[in-house]
């Protein structure tokens, strides 16, 4: 009897944790951004869906004859509020890389306990503008 009432408590127990722990890994599904790039990338993008094509949805935001300026000022408005979960720390990601007439800007735009989902922008300039531009969301699995 002591032990059916044991066992029963442990496995309450573990079912909280268990409840706990889900609500906890599902904030990080949906991230709070400012940035209307990032909800409609999110939004086009399923969970699970890597590297298709996202030019198409980047073209709204950064289209083609925007000067350098113009489009660094839009790539730092690309960023999410991370959650904050208490059982693992979210990974963030976000770099600029310039390689002559070429910028390459990674930045995160979704983090679970399980990986990110980072937003892959290829820039070209030429006279200062804005010539050609490829975009694609990127799965990195911790």
């Not at 032990?3 to 906890?24: E, P, S």
């Amino acid at each position: 009897m002591i032990k059916g009432r044991l066992i029963g408590i442990v496995i309450g127990l573990f079912a909280l944790v268990c409840l706990i722990v889900t609500f906890d890994y599902s904030r990080g599904r949906t991230p709070e951004t400012n940035s209307k790039l990032v909800a409609d990338v999110l939004t086009a993008t399923r969970s699970g869906e890597c590297g298709g094509d996202d030019t198409e949805i980047a073209s709204r935001y950064l289209p083609n004859g925007m000067t350098q300026a113009q489009a660094e000022d839009v790539i730092k408005t690309i960023e999410i509020v991370p959650p904050k979960p208490w059982f693992w720390q979210p990974k963030i990601e976000n770099s600029t890389t310039w390689t002559g007439d070429t910028l390459e800007a990674l930045r995160t735009i979704k983090t679970t306990a399980f990986g990110s989902q980072v937003l892959r922008l290829h820039l070209t300039f030429g006279e200062g503008k804005l010539r050609r531009l490829a975009a694609e969301v990127v799965c990195r699995f911790d």
